[in-house]
């Protein structure tokens, strides 16, 4: 089984500043995704990164693939109370569609 | 496009009874998936399918969880007999051959007392 740690766990910030999720496996992946998930919802996919050492920006989020293909990170510049919720990351196998989730991390931006 | 479409949103059940979720895919995908998250353990894969065939139930915990997909527009998931501790929220996602990632249904969120 392939593992996915994330960290920090939670996340409590003040509007304007900046963040980073790390994620974190022993494994290599052939892609790895980002979902953010909020309340009484499904997560929804914010982007995948598919190439070792890819960055890929979505407005104020910048995800990176470690060159391993083995970890990634989230940063967010500048966060906004939009941006609360539950961060996911999650590992694509070489073989096939499963995903493998990592634990998440909690952000709350405070106005 | 509606999305997944996963029902019911809510289901309270006494223990010992049969629960059965249902989950309509996303028009063209042919991966379904179904999840369960709870607090303590994430987001687990319980069981997968590509073109309504099962590929990977080794995340379904015991033989009281089972799933169907009798056709590429629907797919069900049935607990019998339910548990306290199969309380948690399922998902269903689907995703195509595009790469574009999973899309996931608002979950339902099973209470078993």
């Known amino acids: 089984t392939q593992l996915l740690e994330q960290s920090p766990q939670f996340l409590s910030i003040q509007e304007g500043e900046n963040l980073t999720v790390y994620c974190n496996s022993s494994?290599?992946?052939?892609?790895l995704q980002w979902y953010r998930q909020e309340p009484g919802e499904g997560p929804v996919l914010l982007v995948t990164?598919?190439?070792?050492?890819e960055v890929k920006k979505l407005k104020r989020l910048t995800f990176q693939f470690g060159d391993a293909r083995k970890d990634s990170s989230l940063h967010i510049t500048a966060a906004q109370p939009g941006d609360t919720g539950l961060y996911l990351c999650?590992?694509?196998?070489?073989?096939?569609?499963?995903?493998?989730f990592g634990g998440g991390t909690r952000v709350l931006v405070k106005p | 496009d509606a999305g997944v479409i996963q029902s019911p949103r809510h289901e309270v059940t006494e223990m010992g009874q049969e629960v059965t979720l249902r989950c309509k895919p996303i028009?063209?995908?042919?991966?379904l998936f179904w999840y369960r998250q709870t607090m303590m353990r994430g987001l687990e894969l319980l069981i997968y399918?590509?073109?309504?065939?099962?590929?990977?139930d080794s995340g379904m915990p015991e033989d009281r969880f089972s799933a169907k997909m009798p056709n590429a527009s629907f797919s069900t998931l049935k607990i019998q007999p339910s548990e306290p501790r199969d309380s948690a929220v399922y998902f269903c996602?689907?995703?195509?051959?595009?790469?574009?990632?999973?899309?996931f249904g608002s979950g339902t969120r099973l209470t078993v007392v």
């Open positions: 996602a689907s995703s195509g051959t595009d790469n574009y990632g999973y899309t």
């Open positions: 494994s290599v992946f052939s892609s």
């Open positions: 990164v598919v190439t070792g050492g």
């Open positions: 999650a590992g694509e196998e070489a073989a096939g569609n499963k995903l493998t």
């Open positions: 028009s063209g995908h042919n991966s």
């Open positions: 399918f590509n073109n309504n065939v099962p590929i990977d």
